[in-house]
């Protein structure tokens, strides 16, 4: 009897969930009560405040959800490069198909824009990226000068505003287009020539084949070309040698 009270308590949670996820993705955390929130999950008032004490406790429960995202990165040996990068491609999809996902990151948005903004999910996210990152520098994947802290920063804010501009513009009908922009012009400025071909910036064959994507048949970054005056100050050096 204990364990079907239990499960019970556990469908109505899920479905307050579920319900908390379509307001705040609809009208955000101001335009949200807590009545709204009953009204769509279909429970009482009731019900709610024994599962959540307050509307704050509703958003930080959608919040630490997003972090289940990430449990790929338990599975990975070696974690890397490849693995940030089908990482975006993950959170892409869930943007486009997961309501609880899609609220998640708005309201890390939002909260990163209150009087007393908290920090903890973005330092959450780029300690996440930077553990996939400095395994990959240690294997010579990237090169030994980068700061790996400041590049998970940098892919943290990029895809932030990535996936807000792609919000506005389209929807995000082109998040995963946009995501392998990023990775496309990123990476040749980040690892060596000789690691590019084996990095995919659309995602991995894998993840592609996971998130229901068509397969590509040639994704690699382009490698970088010496600029014109290093090629003339090169031709010109072997000029006075020769």
Known sequence: MARVRQERAEITRQAILDGAATAFDATGFGGT?????AQQAGVTKGALYFHFAS?????????????QSTDLIAGELMPGVQTVIDMGHRLAHGLRTDVRLRAGIRLVV???SFVDPDPTPYNSWISIVRDCLAPAQGRGDLFPEINVTDLATFVCGSFTGLQLASYVRTGREDLHERVADMFRYLLPGIAPADRLAALQPSGSPK????????????DRPAEREPE???EQGQGQGRGQTD
């Open 33 to 37: 009560s807590l009545s709204d929130v």
């Open 55 to 67: 509307k704050e406790a509703l958003a930080r429960a959608l919040v630490d959800e997003q972090f």
């Open 110 to 112: 939002e909260f990163g």
């Open 207 to 218: 993840c592609r084949a996971e998130l229901g994507l068509a397969p590509l048949d040639d």
């Open 228 to 230: 014109r005056g290093q």
